[in-house]
């Protein structure tokens, strides 16, 4: 049977227009990007075989678009399409930014860093730069390494800060490993950056470490 002659109600594209989005599978939503399935197969069951097969979700939509475009049902069309889906996300962010985002909790800019950091194939060290209001300035990857690690130089960081005229700093870096746990050179690099902003009166008020699940804040854990 074809999704159209599914039960109206059941359909992925009636049910986001009538509920939204969010309402959607996983299987779903990706189904809604390929509009129709392998043979024999629809669009929802040949996601569901991408996913179970390539998957999850983060997994999969994390390979370059070459990748993509070699597994079955996808195609050079349909990789482009959600890579360029995925690359408005980020602009999303990105406007979000330009308009002087309000970080006014914790939790809101671990999901910034987590957004920006996560699935990368090596180790990346951002800044976020914050007004006295705590409204971000700029979003700048300050730093990048190999799988295992990034070299950060507390008085570059330092550097941006007293550029930017920022009054606080956000740092995060991502482990592609996808353990999210602090190393003893993450707690190090830590110190050393509170102490290099806190000479130019710069506040460092988080430093996440991104990998798989929610991102790990070290001022949670009292290193801040």
């Known amino acids: 049977m ?16 009538a509920h939204g989005a969010a309402v959607l599978s996983d299987a779903e939503l990706l ?70 985002l309000l970080l006014s909790d914790p939790r809101s800019a671990g999901d910034y860093f987590a957004q920006r950091l996560r699935g990368r194939p090596h180790e990346v060290f951002a800044a976020l730069f914050l007004d006295t209001r705590h409204r971000a300035i700029a979003f700048e990857e300050l730093f990048r ?22 009054a606080a700093v956000i740092v995060g870096h991502n482990h592609p490993s996808g353990s999210p746990e602090p190393s003893a050179a993450d707690r190090l690099l830590t110190d050393r950056l509170k102490e290099a902003l806190h000479l130019l009166d710069v506040r460092l008020l988080d430093h996440f470490v991104i990998g798989d699940g929610p991102p790990l804040s070290m001022a949670s854990r009292g290193a801040i």
């Open 2 to 17: 074809h999704i159209r002659d599914w039960p109206s109600e059941e359909r992925p594209r009636e049910r986001l227009l």
């Open 31 to 100: 189904a809604i990007f390929l509009g129709s399935g392998l043979r024999g197969r629809d669009a929802v069951a040949t996601a569901r075989d991408l996913l179970q097969a390539h998957g999850p979700l983060r997994v999969l939509l994390e390979r370059p678009p070459t990748e993509l475009a070699r597994l079955p049902g996808l195609g050079p069309a349909r990789a482009c399409a959600l890579a360029a889906a995925l690359e408005l996300g980020h602009r999303m962010l990105g406007a979000d930014l330009k308009r002087g």
């Open 145 to 166: 390494g190999t799988i295992d690690g990034a070299e950060v130089h507390p008085r570059e960081v330092a550097a941006r800060a007293l550029a930017l005229n920022a």
